[in-house]
């Protein structure tokens, strides 16, 4: 019985953007389907060694390419772990992937506006595996089996929002991909994929590395024909692998080439693009290890979403163990791809175990340090390389700063930030610490919600008219670590960060003290009683004429807000008001209250004076229309 299903909704927008798509590099549709040979092969591997029943044979493992040029096809076969009909329904019918429909949406403005390149890049972004052959075919056909299961399914879809499910009694098991090929390839000799030497070509360039054996049109007695290479490539047929199978990390550093370091990273990255950098380090001695590490040059389409996931792969001696080994990476890493590759582990070592072992735990040490050396390094030896790093992976890098007590101060000098110094490039906090005036102890920072909110906050006005710098954290991440990390650098040399927007900061000299305030001031702390803890004199207004500043190490009011509206009990935190006695609202409010006490309108002025440093600062005010009824009255007698 033949079943028609429909393509879940994301799944048909993307199958449509590759039927007509305008991504000019279609070789790489082998290179997807191959990789996802690779990995079903791993899988059934890794199966067979935690089930003991499964009843596999896994002694001839491979990938078999056959083509076809008087039927235009290309086949792609692995004897792996296939798939169940309810895998092929979700896992080929649907994309569950976080991030998934605002890539999209930015996919189809791309092409709509016909960037090839944009379009290139977010499809890379994607990592489109299965559905690339639509780039090529006119309709793919695909018969699987999973491992120890009897029935198979027979899957075929031109692409065009709907699929064909049948069950087969007879399927081997494993995966077979047949892609019918659309005619205007053939006519491009290059891009001919039912032509063995096309195929050969494009398999030495993008999958060399894949370790299981690829053949191409294999004879069933195992022979050589003698002469393809030469003569008549349609015949091209042997036995014998078309792929090195090498391991990258395996070879000397000298004889790998960029190209490769690329297309392995591509394979374990579902990336299509090219990475940022390229680590490789080991380790000698009783634990023996190799790693081969990839900064990607985007973030991956899920970084910021909760669910998103982390991990290199980990091998043993050459062999795939696992895809994802969170224990290897902390979370804030979570942009790293690549492969550890351990000498002394079990082949059939679970999750929960590497958790705990002392081997893993310092591969991961050495790991978080050779990263974070290496993002600070790069700052110096390719400013605009960082730049991207930082622009796309930054924030999550940062979270560290909440997790990783050992090598905060590396994440610190790994990060950058923006600061009043200058508008346009961010600046390292050993830079910010050089330009220090003398007389400044202490590394200034304002939190907010913009670079614009906070630039133009009252609170950094003095600090400006001082010279002295202030950093500018917009981040939501940014709230919590300044509450976190007491200071920057070790030692006698360690500089506090202080928040230009907390605690009593005195940025006046002695003989420019304003005297003669007492008597406001103590009025104004029992007249505002409710809304503040004390009412005192400020430095650090220049044109202002008050603001709110809130206890060292108390909640910022961003974050303050932040908790509540996720259900959070938080007390109220009052702050204190700050008055600048310069201004001259603060001077007239002076004389007002030493000449009428007891005025109510006095009063109303001195709240209408806390209701503007809330309003400056992008706070809310608790009764909007009382203060609007007050301004209202005020400007009318103004007129
Ligand atoms: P990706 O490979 O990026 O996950 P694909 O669309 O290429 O995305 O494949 C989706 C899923 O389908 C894979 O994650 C895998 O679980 C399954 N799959 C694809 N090809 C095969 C195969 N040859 N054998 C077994 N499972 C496969």
Redesign the pocket.
């Known amino acids: 019985m033949t079943e028609t299903i429909e393509f879940q909704a994301e799944a048909r927008q993307l199958l449509q953007l590759m039927i007509h798509s305008i991504y000019s590099d279609k070789d790489v549709f082998l290179r997807?389907?191959i990789?996802?040979?690779s990995?079903?092969l791993d899988?059934l591997r890794m199966e067979s060694y935690r089930d003991k029943d499964l009843g596999v044979d896994t002694s001839d493992l491979h990938v078999e390419l056959r083509t076809d040029s008087a039927a235009r096809t290309i086949t792609i076969a692995?004897n792996?772990?296939?798939?169940s009909r309810d895998?092929v329904v979700t896992?080929?019918g649907t994309i569950a992937k976080s991030g998934t429909a605002e890539t999209l949406a930015k996919l189809r403005e791309a092409q709509a506006s016909g960037s090839e390149e944009v379009t290139a890049e977010l499809i890379g972004q994607f990592?489109?595996?299965?559905?690339s052959s639509f780039m090529v075919a006119d309709r793919v056909e695909m018969t699987?089996r999973r491992a120890g299961t009897d029935g198979g399914v027979h899957w075929e879809s031109a692409g065009e929002g709907t699929y064909e499910l049948s069950e087969v009694a007879d399927a081997p098991q494993?995966?077979s991909?047949t892609v019918h090929l659309k005619a205007e390839d053939a006519e491009d000799n290059l891009h001919d994929y039912a032509d063995p030497a096309v195929v050969k070509r494009i398999v030495k360039r993008y999958s060399d590395f894949i370790t299981w054996p690829i053949l191409l049109n294999p004879t069933a007695d195992g022979a050589v024909v003698e002469g393809a290479e030469e003569e008549d490539s349609e015949q091209e047929a042997s036995n014998e692998p078309i792929n090195s199978r090498k391991a990258l990390w395996a070879r000397p550093r000298s004889e790998v080439s960029d190209e490769e370091y690329a297309e392995f990273y591509r394979h374990v990255s579902?990336d299509w693009q090219e990475p940022l950098e390229t680590m490789r380090f080991t380790g000698e001695g009783t634990f023996e290890y190799q790693a081969l590490l990839f900064l990607p040059a985007h973030a991956p389409m899920d970084l910021y979403y909760r669910d998103a996931k982390r991990g290199v792969q980990l091998y043993v001696k050459r062999v795939f163990v696992m895809e994802d080994c969170e224990a290897l990476v902390p979370e804030y890493l979570r942009f790293v791809k690549g492969v550890v590759d351990a000498q002394d582990l079990s082949l059939n070592v679970s999750r929960e175990i590497l958790q705990q072992d002392r081997q893993i735990q310092l591969i991961r040490k050495r790991l978080v340090k050779r990263v974070l050396q290496t993002i600070t390094a790069l700052r110096g030896e390719d400013a605009e390389k960082y730049d991207t790093f930082w622009r796309e992976c930054g924030r999550a890098l940062k979270e560290g700063l909440l997790s990783d007590q050992d090598n905060t101060q590396a994440i610190l000098e790994a990060s950058s930030f923006a600061s009043t110094h200058d508008p346009e490039k961010l600046t390292t906090l050993a830079d910010y610490v050089a330009r220090m005036p003398e007389g400044q102890e202490s590394i200034y920072y304002v939190t907010g919600e913009s670079r614009a909110a906070v630039e133009n906050s009252p609170h950094i006005e003095a600090f400006r008219a001082k010279g002295y710098e202030v950093l500018l954290l917009t981040d939501q991440v940014d709230e919590v670590w300044v509450g976190m990390v007491p200071s920057y650098g070790a030692g006698d040399d360690a500089k506090p960060f202080a928040s230009i927007a907390q605690g009593d900061v005195d940025l006046a000299d002695d003989a420019e003290k304003p005297e003669g305030f007492d008597d406001l001031l103590s009025w104004m702390t029992t007249t505002l009683a409710d809304d503040v803890s004390e009412v005192r004199l400020s430095t650090r207004l220049t044109t202002s004429p008050a603001c709110l500043v809130g206890e060292v190490g108390g909640l910022p009011p961003q974050l303050e807000q932040m908790m509540r509206s996720m259900g959070q009990e938080i007390p109220v935190q009052k702050r204190a008001l700050e008055l600048n006695p310069k201004h001259p609202l603060v001077e007239n409010l002076k004389a007002a209250h030493e000449a009428r006490p007891e005025d109510a309108g006095v009063a109303e002025t001195a709240s209408l004076l806390h209701d503007m440093a809330l309003l400056a600062e992008g706070g809310e005010l608790k009764e909007p229309s009382a203060f609007v009824g007050k301004l209202a009255q005020r400007l009318a007698a103004t007129l």
């Open positions: 997807e389907l990789s996802n040979a990995d079903a899988k692995d792996g772990i296939g798939m895998d896992l080929i990592g489109i595996g299965f559905y699987t494993g995966t991909i579902h």
